[in-house]
C-alpha cells in the first residue's frame, strides 16, 4: 500500500508518502509559505532526487495539487499515477474529548474537528485545510484523521483534570489533553517490541516543542504538556510550567492584550527567552555556552533541570520506574542534555553508559548494565503511526 500522509500548518505542509508495513519512504517534502508565493522541496531518498521549485501557492489546494504532481512527475517522482496512492492520512493536533482513536474522515468527523477549534485555535484550522484541499482534489480517497490527544485519553482524572471551578470542565471541556501523542505512542509500542508488557515508562520527546508521558503497560498516565501546548517543560521558545500571575503582570504593567502575552509565551521564552534572545537551537546555545556565555549555560541547566524534576514526579505518579527513553530531535541528537537530564537520578535506578551515551544511530540502550532502569534513544516515527491507522481505516 502507498499512503500519503499530510501535516498541515497555517502557512507550510509537510508530506510523506510511505508503506504502512515496511515504513519505507518513497517520497517526502515541504510546501513553505502558503499564502506568501510557495516553495516546494521535493526528495526521492530511492532515486537519490532532492529539488526546490518555486511554486506560487495562493491557498493549501495549490500546494496539494504541487505535491501530487511532483510525485507523479516523470523524473522526480515516485508513482506513474494519483491512482497508486491508496489513501491519505491526516495530523490533527487537537481532537478534545471526542477522539480517543484515529477516525476516517466523513462529514460528522469534520463538524467534531471544527467544534475543536476552540479548543486548538493555533493548529485546527490549519489542519482543516489541508484536508479541505484534499478532498476537493482527490473526492475518491479515503481520508483518516490522527490527533495528537488521542493516545493521551486514557489518562485518570486527577492527572487531567485542573483544580479550577467545576463548570469550566463540565461546560468547556477545559481540562489537560496532551500532545506530541501519535510520538508517545510509537514509543509505546516499540518499548514493548522491545521489551514486553506490563512495564513503568517514562518518555521524553525532547524536540522544539518538548513534553513527556507517564505510561503503564502501554497506556498514558499522565503528560506534561495540557489544554495547549505551552506548559510542561520549558521548550524552544514556549515558557512551560510558570505561575500564571506573570501572565497578568506582564499584561499590566506593559500594556498587552491577552493574546499579545500569550505571543510573547509561546513565541519569545523557553530557552530562547533565557538565552536572552540568542536562538532557541540546542545546537546554538551548548556552543555559545562553551564559549562561557552564561545566559545559554542557565538556559540549558533550566531545560535539563526541569526535564529531570518531571521524571522524577512521573516515577512517583507510576510508583517505580523500568525504563526511560529519549526522542525527537534533542532526545535522538543531544547526547549532553541527555547525560545532564539523567546526572542525579542514580537513587531512581538511572545510570548512563557514557561511552554509550556518546554513540550515533538508531535504536539504542545507553543505560550502563548494572542500571535498574534501561535507558533507549529511539527515533520517533510519527508518520509511520499515521500511515499505519490510515491503512487501517481505510481498508
Ligand atoms: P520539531 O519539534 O520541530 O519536530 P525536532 O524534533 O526536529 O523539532 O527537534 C529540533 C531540535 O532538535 C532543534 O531545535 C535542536 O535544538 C535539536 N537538535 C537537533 N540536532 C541536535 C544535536 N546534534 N544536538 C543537540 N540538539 C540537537
Known amino acids: 500500500m502507498k499512503i500519503l500522509v499530510i501535516n498541515a500548518g497555517s502557512s507550510s505542509l509537510k508530506y510523506q508518502l510511505m508503506d504502512p508495513d515496511t515504513g519505507d519512504v518513497f517520497a517526502k517534502g515541504l510546501c513553505e509559505r502558503i499564502g506568501i508565493d510557495g516553495r516546494l522541496t521535493h526528495k526521492a531518498p530511492a532515486k537519490d532526487v532532492k529539488v526546490t521549485l518555486e511554486i506560487p501557492m495562493p491557498t493549501h489546494a495549490e ?19 494519483v491512482d497508486e496512492i491508496d489513501a491519505v492520512g491526516h495530523r490533527v493536533v487537537h ?46 480517497k479515503p481520508q483518516v484523521a490522527v490527533f495528537d490527544t488521542a ?21 468547556d471541556s ?50 506534561s504538556m495540557g489544554l495547549s501546548p505551552l506548559c510542561g517543560v520549558p521548550m524552544g521558545t514556549r515558557c512551560g510550567d510558570m505561575d500564571i500571575t506573570v501572565a497578568q ?26 538565552s536572552g534572545g540568542l536562538s532557541s537551537d540546542f545546537r546554538d546555545l551548548e556552543s555559545a555556552a562553551n564559549e562561557g556565555n552564561e545566559k545559554c549555560k542557565l ?24 525504563v526511560l527513553v529519549f526522542t525527537a530531535g534533542i532526545g535522538e541528537n543531544g547526547a549532553t542534555t541527555r547525560a545532564a537530564i539523567c546526572e542525579g537520578l542514580e537513587f531512581l535506578g ?21 542500571s535498574k532502569v534501561t535507558v533507549w534513544v529511539i527515533p520517533t516515527n510519527e508518520e509511520l503511526m499515521i500511515a499505519q491507522d490510515t491503512a487501517e481505516l481505510a481498508k
Open 350 to 370: 538511572v545510570k548512563l553508559d557514557p561511552e554509550k551515551n556518546k554513540l550515533r544511530g538508531d535504536e539504542r540502550i545507553i543505560s550502563a548494565p548494572d
Open 249 to 274: 503582570f506582564i499584561a499590566k504593567n506593559y500594556n498587552k492584550s491577552i493574546d499579545e502575552v500569550m505571543t510573547i509565551l509561546n513565541k519569545k521564552s523557553g530557552v530562547f527567552g533565557l
Open 174 to 223: 477545559l481540562r489537560r489533553y496532551g500532545f506530541h501523542g501519535t510520538s508517545h505512542r510509537y514509543i509505546a509500542k516499540r518499548v514493548e517490541a522491545l521489551m514486553g508488557k506490563g512495564l513503568k515508562l517514562i518518555n521524553c520527546h525532547l524536540g522544539n516543542g518538548s513534553s513527556l508521558a507517564a505510561i503503564y503497560d502501554g497506556k498514558c498516565q499522565d503528560t
Open 299 to 322: 538556559a540549558l541547566d533550566k531545560f535539563a533541570y526541569e526535564v529531570r524534576k518531571y521524571i522524577g514526579a512521573y516515577a512517583a505518579a507510576l510508583g517505580g520506574l523500568d
Open 63 to 81: 500546494a496539494i495539487t504541487a505535491v501530487l504532481d511532483i510525485l507523479v512527475d516523470p523524473v522526480n517522482g515516485v508513482v506513474s499515477s
Open 95 to 140: 481532537g478534545g474529548m471526542k477522539f480517543a482513536e484515529s477516525c476516517l474522515i466523513d462529514e460528522a468527523c469534520l463538524e467534531a474537528v471544527r467544534a475543536c477549534i476552540p479548543l486548538g485555535p493555533l493548529h485546527n484550522p490549519a489542519n482543516l485545510l489541508g484536508i479541505e484541499a484534499c478532498q476537493k482534489i482527490l473526492p475518491d
Open 151 to 171: 493516545y493521551h485519553m486514557t489518562m485518570p482524572p486527577k492527572a487531567y483534570r485542573y483544580a479550577i471551578p467545576d463548570e469550566y470542565y463540565e461546560k
